[in-house]
């Protein structure tokens, strides 16, 4: 019931956001000046935040937080974080949810009050069904395009046995998060900008990792996942000058076989990568990540891990591109090591920049959505069976008025399942938008890997199916409830499923 109440306590500035995407947009320039075209920003805050909980018996471990927030008017933010175990002892605890914050600028200095709810677990902390509660207070002051502060907080597990106050330290940046309205799918897109978050390429990875040290018998995993691409602006992936190209983003992947279920990781990654022939259609790279990683009996320590790869990729058509990568894994505080092994599909979602700078493509439909899912009855490893509720995040790009891809995350936060978490990738279908009110339906079939918190996920691999109906609350603004079945590798895990989400659409340029 608690993360129901937290989730309602969000309403407020649900609704405020949705008041905002009600309102008239502001008239658009002549179509002359390219920086029209999107015509709607709200502000964007970012963060990344380090601090040291203190677990039942003196244990200490480090936590590491990111947070991406949207402003939704009156100096309140809401938008997705997630933290993860960064030192000790504890690699593969991982939480995520929403967060809620409001600021107060004083010149250079900024005073933020926030609350954070979500799911999460691992790494057999007592974190009891996983519900995550963290309210805190930060002070941040203005350096060049950055802040720097410190932070207040109390992290809690309601259903376990954290509970802990303690300081941390905040680095924060601002941007914009800059859109159409979702009725402007289909309609031509000319801007000098990336709209949203700057996303530029959809990457779904495929990897295998043989495991070597870290006091474990060598064994070989099997994992799924996706990573977030922006390319830099000096050289446009595709471009055959010869310069090469950076590129920088996030990816996340989790275990899907090899008996290690459970295991997830999230990294920042940074990479080159130059043509080596005259179409610039083939290309060869290094790339290099950094981040958090555990779980499924895989002896991370305290939970950071480095990973260094050579590629290689062919473009298969303006959007779409294919690879490989061979390279190594570490763990920076065992002794764990590995080769690894990765291929890749990507799916490029921005336009990519003309020589004149001018990015030119079409409106697509893109959907954030929040979601609560119901396991009516869920698998244990000890025999057992019994419900677990998950909280989650989806993104979602339309190809069409009709067609969908989507990535999802969920985490369990009730139901005494601490620590399951879930990562999915897959397609839908639904009915065109109504321009007002009005139902709307749809299914989307996904796959991926899920683990934790005592599931009987089996090997890790896992698929879902979910029918839904949404009622337009304002243009672009759903309330949805589904019903469907998510299923696991030789069916360890069987189990219907129930799911209430809020969604709400943009209009954001694609290729």
Known sequence: MAPLLAFAALGPAWASALATATSDPPALASTTSPAAEHDQSTPLASSIGFETVRLPGGERMGLASGTLLFGIGSDWW???????????????????????????????????AGVFAGGGGGAAAPVGGGLMLRPALTWLHDIGPMQFGVSWSAVRFPGGDISSREWGLVVAWDGRFRYAQPARAGSAARDPERSGVGIDRLVGTVSSYSLRGGGVAPRRIGLVGARLVQDSDRAPWGDPSG???????????????GGAAGYMEILGTLGWDTPVDKGGAWRVGVRGALGLAGGGAVPTGG??????????????????????????????????????????????????PRTDGIRVGTFERTEWTAALQHYTRADRRD??????????????????????????????????????SIGLVGAGIATAAPRDAGWRAGAELLAGAAGGGGVDSGGGAIAQGVAWA???LAPGAELRVGAGAVRSRARALSSPIVELSLSRAFGQAAP
């Open 470 to 472: 949404g009622w337009s």
């Open 243 to 257: 310069t090469g190209t950076w590129h920088w983003g996030l990816e996340t992947a989790g275990a899907a076989s």
């Open 303 to 352: 939970g950071a891990i480095a990973k260094l790869g050579l590629s290689g990729s062919v473009k298969l058509s303006p959007t779409m591109s294919a690879g490989v990568e061979l390279g190594w894994l570490g763990a920076l505080d065992t002794t764990l090591r590995a080769p690894t092994a990765q291929a890749w599909f990507a799916w490029a979602l921005e336009p990519p």
């Open 383 to 420: 025999g057992s069976r019994g419900t677990l509720d998950t909280v989650g995040l989806k993104l979602s790009r339309f190809i069409d008025d009709h067609v969908y891809g989507t990535v999802q995350a969920h985490s369990a936060y009730a139901g005494g399942a601490g620590a399951y």
């Open 78 to 112: 809401i938008g997705p974080a997630v933290y993860g175990a960064a030192s000790g002892h504890r690699g593969g605890l991982f939480a995520g949810g929403a967060e809620l914050q409001r600021r107060w600028r004083l010149g250079q200095e900024t005073i933020v």
